[in-house]
Nanobody, 112 residues
Framework: QVQLVESGGGLVHSGGSLRLSCVVS????????ITWFRQAPGSERKWVAG???????NYADSVKGRLTISVDNANNTVYLQMNSLKPEDTAVYYC??????WGQGTQVTVSS
């Protein structure tokens, strides 16, 4: 059974950092593309970053230079390192497998 479980969210001051984790099971990251999305209150869910099985990464313009996506195949985990956080980064963050499986999300709140 395919599962994705996010963790690492929390409350942080503006300029702070967090590292989100997405632990997957039921499939191997060696052959998967994983993306991170976020959904702020009252807004649509938006794409943030993605990483292919070959290690190619892509980022939304709003997070370039501040967020870094990476994968640890040995531990079946995809990370999203978030630096220089801003209040507008406040959202629930989700990881998603390219086949459409979503995690349950983790809340990130950035105070000004």
């Amino acid at each position: 059974q395919v599962q994705l479980v996010e963790s690492g969210g929390g409350l942080v001051h503006s300029g702070g950092s967090l590292r989100l984790s997405c632990v997957v099971s039921g499939f191997t990251l060696d052959y998967s593309t994983i993306t991170w999305f976020r959904q702020a209150p009252g807004s649509e869910r938006k794409w943030v970053a993605g990483i292919t099985s070959g290690g190619t990464t892509n980022y939304a313009d709003s997070v370039k230079g501040r967020l870094t996506i990476s994968v640890d195949n040995a531990n079946n985990t995809v990370y999203l390192q978030m630096n220089s956080l801003k209040p507008e980064d406040t959202a629930v963050y989700y990881c998603k497998k390219s086949t459409g499986n979503w995690g349950q999300g983790t809340q990130v709140t950035v105070s000004s």
